[in-house]
């Protein structure tokens, strides 16, 4: 019997969330269609129409697509543009309700690097551990942040015994 085995690590996020925009920030960025139609309204009613309508779906797409994205991947967060390997990270505190308002507001450290949505009331506090980065903590919005919390501990943990792991060398 033959055994095979899969040496393809898995590379799929642990976690992956788009921190788009709320349902009113939506319906705000889609009012702009009707002001549009209204200018183009002396060149003609259905040209106004189709004008605006494609200016509203336009502007409601560019805001969804271009909100940014928290993944925890193999060993690596990526908060917006930012990323860090996961081995530099502390333990993360989840925070929801006053604890979050809290942490977003006096509580938010001078020296962090924040990702912080408003209509998002979740968060997550990371500490950064790397002697050498100027940052002391990373403070990212989530609307699941137990979700992205476990993520975290789950690549630390998996990075951490991988660090651990003694290489082994196979002849060809």
């Known amino acids: 019997m033959r055994l095979m085995q899969n040496t393809m690590s898995d590379t799929r ?48 797409a560019l805001i969804v697509l271009l909100a940014p994205v928290v993944e925890v991947s ?14 530099f990270l502390g333990e993360p505190v989840a925070l ?30 990371v500490p950064n551990d790397d002697p050498a980065d100027p940052v002391a903590a990373w403070t990212i919005s989530t609307r699941t942040p137990d979700r992205l919390a476990v993520a975290l501990r789950a690549a630390r943990a998996e990075a951490a015994a991988a660090d651990a792991a003694p290489e082994t060398t196979t002849r060809p």
């Open 13 to 60: 996020p642990r976690y992956r969330e788009r921190l788009s925009p709320s349902i009113r920030m939506l319906v705000t960025v889609a009012l702009a269609g009707p002001m549009v139609a209204l200018v183009f309204v002396p060149v003609g009613s259905t040209v106004a129409l189709v004008v605006g309508a494609v200016v509203a779906a336009v502007l409601v």
């Open 74 to 87: 193999h060993r690596e967060l990526r908060a917006g543009r930012a990323h860090i390997d996961v081995s």
């Open 96 to 125: 929801t309700g006053p604890d979050a308002k809290e942490a977003r507001g006096p509580g938010l450290p001078a020296r962090g690097w924040h990702l912080i949505r408003g209509g998002i009331d979740g968060l997550v506090v």
